[in-house]
């Protein structure tokens, strides 16, 4: 099978630009991912676009060239990158195209996201009723966890409080402040148990990357990285998912845990041989979720990785090295592509102040949203 | 006043008097036995869609809650203005070991609400139109004692 390198990875900051369209934001993380690839536009010939409030992100041609390039839009909720990734990827092994851009963007306004429950398959009386709301069934979700696996709201404030951190030695992160556990803990009740200091919110950004046939990898990277597996899976029966009026009382696993086990099959990887992560951390609870359905850890293990700060940048198993969500808040459509640009250059020793020492090896990348789809992406050295 | 479910064929219409006891309406799949709620077209677990109505059990244990102490927007159409909103509880039923429905969580202070509680189905009404007809929905309750 065709080797898929990532020769360049570009970003626009996450957070909050007032005179800046998406397409804009979408255009100029494009432009930095060329750039960081050594390529002009015209090098590209297939470009995979990724946005929620953009139904176009073709248009950003506009602003690169009017190439005549074949450009796909994609949209699959808060999996919508790994959705992306995963076209772009699948061009090249199917050695249909040499050179591809996936690029992400998305322009939120403030405040949880709302939708209209039919176009997510729900009955009108589930929104009338109050209970078409994402904050809620994750603390309903980890409230659960938390019960069967010995887990504490310190933990909770840990991981939100680690995020803030990483965020801080970020410069494109949009929450850049630390704060202590006990100011995250302490902070207003959301959805019990999550506080307001635990939760990502939406804002604005971009990502892209570009992506080249193996063999022409080191033309244009010193450093090429490898992408080793991308899988997206939506949920099966019985799985405990956002927006569900009812689920069946046998419950299986979590479209995540599908996705990373599909992932490290096709990647040849064991959960073990990860030295990195970025995981959906939407709400500190997901983070710690998601640790254990990824395959990261055992259920329960939590509690003790944290207290013993092994996710922390120096600790063993580095998750949400540049903040996560968390920090970066959630423009949908880049935010997978963010995870994959700091996977690079954490596995390319170019990450400044946040880099991992004993430059790590292997990176996992993880995408969870409504209702009930998950995208895991591995990549090497 | 008069009165109407939030939606036909959810739950027992109207509200029996006690000691009957409101159920929720799911439906079942004639192949293979999974049960749904709110009744589905087709089943999720096989993809047939030969269902069948099914009442549901009327009590069951808490699986899990939380608290929501913001007021949501639209297309919430509760009655609550920001200034009277109080946090209300919600949580997933395990109705029988069969199915587990969501639903708000009415006579508790969840402080006091544990794992595995008894819940029972109640019907309570939830907002009034513009053109005055009070809309009931379905909930849960803590369970009264057996025969009460």
């Given amino acids: ?73 994609v949209y699959n909720g808060c999996a919508t990158a790994g959705a992306a990734l995963s076209l772009g990827v699948q061009a090249i092994r199917s050695g249909r195209h040499d050179r591809v851009l996936v690029v992400g963007l998305d322009k939120h306004p403030a405040g949880a996201f709302t939708a209209d429950p039919a176009g997510y398959g729900c009955p009108a009386w589930y929104g009338e009723m109050g209970l078409f709301l994402t904050p809620k069934f994750f603390g309903m979700k980890i409230n659960r966890y938390m019960h069967d696996h010995g887990i504490g709201s310190q933990t909770l404030g840990r991981v939100a409080a680690k995020n803030y951190a990483n965020g801080s030695l970020n410069p494109n992160a949009f929450r850049r402040t630390p704060l202590t556990v ?172 946040r880099q991992v020492p004993r430059r790590p090896r292997t990176g996992l990348a993880h995408l969870y949203g409504a209702p009930g789809i998950s995208s895991v992406t591995i990549v090497s050295t | 006043m008069p009165s109407r479910p939030i939606s036909e064929g959810l739950f027992t219409w109207p509200v029996p008097a006690p000691p009957a006891r409101p159920v929720l309406y799911g439906a079942r799949c004639a192949p293979c036995g999974a049960v749904t709620f709110p009744p589905a077209p087709g089943c999720p677990r096989c993809g047939e869609d030969r269902m069948g109505p099914v009442e549901l059990p009327a009590r069951g244990t808490l699986y899990t809650w939380t608290t929501q102490e913001f007021l949501p927007k639209l297309p919430y159409l509760g009655p609550e203005t920001p200034e009277t909103f109080e946090p209300w509880a919600v949580g997933y039923v395990d109705l029988d070991g069969q199915l587990r429905v969501e639903g708000r969580l009415y006579d508790v202070d969840p402080e006091d609400l544990r794992f595995g509680m008894e819940f029972e189905v109640v019907v309570r009404p939830f907002r009034t139109t513009e053109d005055g007809i009070e809309v009931h929905t379905f909930g849960f309750a803590p369970s009264s004692p057996a025969g009460s």
């Fill in chain 1, 1 to 73: 099978m065709t080797d898929v390198a990532i020769v360049g990875v570009g970003i626009y900051p996450f957070g909050r630009h007032k005179d800046v369209t998406a397409l804009e934001m979408g255009a100029a993380a494009a432009r930095a991912a060329l750039a960081d690839a050594g390529m002009r536009w015209p090098d590209i010939s297939y470009a995979v676009g990724g946005s929620f409030e953009v139904d176009i992100p073709d248009a950003m041609v506009a602003y690169l060239g009017l190439t005549g390039i074949d450009f796909t839009n």
């Fill in chain 1, 182 to 353: 006990e100011q995250i803990v302490g902070s207003r009740m959301v959805n019990y148990p999550l506080t307001q200091y635990m939760f990502c919110s939406p804002d604005e950004g971009a990502a892209a990357v570009v992506l080249c046939r193996g063999e022409d990898a080191r033309n244009h990277s010193p450093r090429p990285v490898w992408i080793r597996s991308v899988e997206v899976r939506t949920r099966r029966y019985g799985a405990f998912e956002v927006h569900s009026p009812s689920v069946p009382a046998d419950r299986v696993p979590a479209p995540t845990a599908d996705a990373a086990r599909a992932a490290f099959e096709a990647a040849g990887v064991a959960p073990g041989d990860v030295d990195i992560a970025q995981l959906q951390d939407t709400d500190a609870g997901a983070e710690i979720i998601h640790m254990a359905e990824v395959g990261l850890c055992a259920d329960g293990d939590q509690e003790r990785m944290l207290a013993g700060e092994e996710t922390s940048i120096g600790g063993r198993l580095p998750i949400n090295t540049d903040g996560g969500l968390i920090a970066n808040g959630e423009p949908i459509g880049a935010s997978g592509l963010r995870q994959i640009h700091e996977l690079t250059l954490q596995l390319q020793g170019r990450a400044g102040g």
